[in-house]
């Protein structure tokens, strides 16, 4: 699903008109971004959260030049689904 989806399902399930709807998802967006650049998570009861993981220093390796490199420690966002949510998705059958 794509953000054009998302945007055409919230304006037919709400009755409101696509450019609010599409207004509405890019807010919600940039608040879930700027909230996380600033080290805040954000959680969303019954449905997940919007967290920060802290990766550690590594060794990678560059097998073509035979060369070694530090990948240094850094900071990835991440989201942690509720168990509600972990529960209605391990049902589905493929």
Do not use: C, W
Not at 3 to 15: L, Q, R
Not at 57 to 86: G, M
């Amino acid at each position: 699903m794509t953000k054009a989806d998302i945007v055409k399902e919230i304006s037919k399930k709400t009755g409101i008109d696509s450019a609010t709807a599409l207004a509405s998802v890019e807010a919600f967006m940039e608040v879930v971004k700027d909230s996380l650049i600033n080290e805040e998570e954000v959680y969303l009861r019954g449905f997940g959260s919007f967290i920060i993981k802290k990766r550690a220093q590594k060794t990678a390796r560059n097998i073509s030049q035979k060369t070694t490199l530090i990948i240094p420690e850094h900071y990835i966002p991440a989201f942690k689904p509720s168990k509600s949510f972990v529960g209605a998705v391990s049902g589905l059958k493929k």
